[in-house]
């Protein structure tokens, strides 16, 4: 069975993570569509393989229907099997086409698919094509994403970044029918920060209490390797 897989990504100025996230993620899925938040850079002008870019300048506060209207708009429950929404510091665990597209075997008779967030932290505070060593978390967090089996979906959407989702029942969305739910234990490596510009920044913009789980580095750690010449073998 041929299963044909999305990537759907929104970012803003996206350079400590986007060669290393897209050469990641390039060898596993069929497409990525990516949605560029007025970027300082043209991300557009890139000339990258089944990859489609789109720019925009919508405020925060209404990403979430935005991101809604561009599945609609651009076919993707219509054209693929599976849609996985994540941000730009988000990287899936597995590494080859083969052994996502078996993974993804298992979620034929489910709807929704779980991961749960293992956060990562860099060894060097630069970006992750210069210092590619992550000490990422053994113990899965409680922070979940989701992923859609799109043939067994009707209309959704996908709120609060990907956190969670509202499905429609009928076309109504105040009707709702939660749909199968398998939960994974396989997790999403999450890299909150890779620099101290960006720490200081999300110091700021955070309350301190939300943001601790993301800054304390636990005791459990392992190690990935983010190279190039490793995330393109």
């Given at each position: 069975?041929?299963?044909?897989?999305?990537?759907?990504?929104?970012?803003?100025?996206?350079?400590?993570?986007?060669?290393?996230?897209?050469?990641?993620?390039?060898?596993?899925?069929?497409?990525?569509?990516?949605?560029?938040?007025?970027?300082?850079?043209?991300?557009?002008?890139?000339?990258?393989?089944?990859?489609?870019?789109?720019?925009?300048?919508?405020?925060?506060?209404?990403?979430?229907?935005?991101?809604?209207?561009?599945?609609?708009?651009?076919?993707?429950?219509?054209?693929?099997?599976?849609?996985?929404?994540?941000?730009?510091?988000?990287?899936?665990?597995?590494?080859?086409?083969?052994?996502?597209?078996?993974?993804?075997?298992?979620?034929?008779?489910?709807?929704?698919?779980?991961?749960?967030?293992?956060?990562?932290?860099?060894?060097?505070?630069?970006?992750?094509?210069?210092?590619?060593?992550?000490?990422?978390?053994?113990?899965?967090?409680?922070?979940?994403?989701?992923?859609?089996?799109?043939?067994?979906?009707?209309?959704?959407?996908?709120?609060?970044?990907?956190?969670?989702?509202?499905?429609?029942?009928?076309?109504?969305?105040?009707?709702?029918?939660?749909?199968?739910?398998?939960?994974?234990?396989?997790?999403?490596?999450?890299?909150?920060?890779?620099?101290?510009?960006?720490?200081?920044?999300?110091?700021?913009?955070y309350p301190k209490d939300d943001f601790r789980a993301k800054i304390d580095m636990p005791q459990d750690l392992e190690y990935f390797d983010l190279t190039p010449e490793s995330l393109l073998n």
């Amino acid at each position: 069975m041929e299963i044909k897989t999305a990537l759907l990504c929104q970012f803003k100025d996206p350079e400590e993570y986007f060669a290393s996230f897209h050469a990641h993620h390039a060898r596993i899925f069929d497409w990525i569509f990516y949605i560029d938040h007025n970027s300082k850079k043209e991300y557009r002008a890139l000339d990258l393989k089944n990859t489609k870019i789109y720019r925009t300048d919508i405020e925060n506060f209404t990403k979430d229907l935005f991101l809604a209207r561009v599945i609609q708009d651009i076919r993707i429950n219509f054209d693929f099997n599976f849609l996985f929404i994540l941000d730009i510091d988000e990287f899936l665990p597995q590494t080859g086409k083969l052994s996502f597209d078996e993974f993804l075997l298992g979620y034929l008779n489910s709807a929704v698919g779980t991961l749960y967030w293992r956060n990562g932290y860099p060894l060097l505070m630069a970006p992750l094509i210069d210092a590619p060593t992550i000490f990422a978390t053994k113990q899965l967090g409680n922070t979940k994403k989701l992923f859609y089996n799109l043939k067994r979906l009707g209309s959704f959407f996908p709120k609060e970044g990907n956190h969670n989702a509202d499905y429609s029942f009928l076309g109504q969305t105040r009707i709702q029918i939660r749909p199968h739910r398998q939960k994974e234990s396989r997790s999403l490596l999450h890299l909150p920060i890779i620099s101290k510009a960006q720490l200081y920044q999300k110091l700021h913009a955070y309350p301190k209490d939300d943001f601790r789980a993301k800054i304390d580095m636990p005791q459990d750690l392992e190690y990935f390797d983010l190279t190039p010449e490793s995330l393109l073998n």
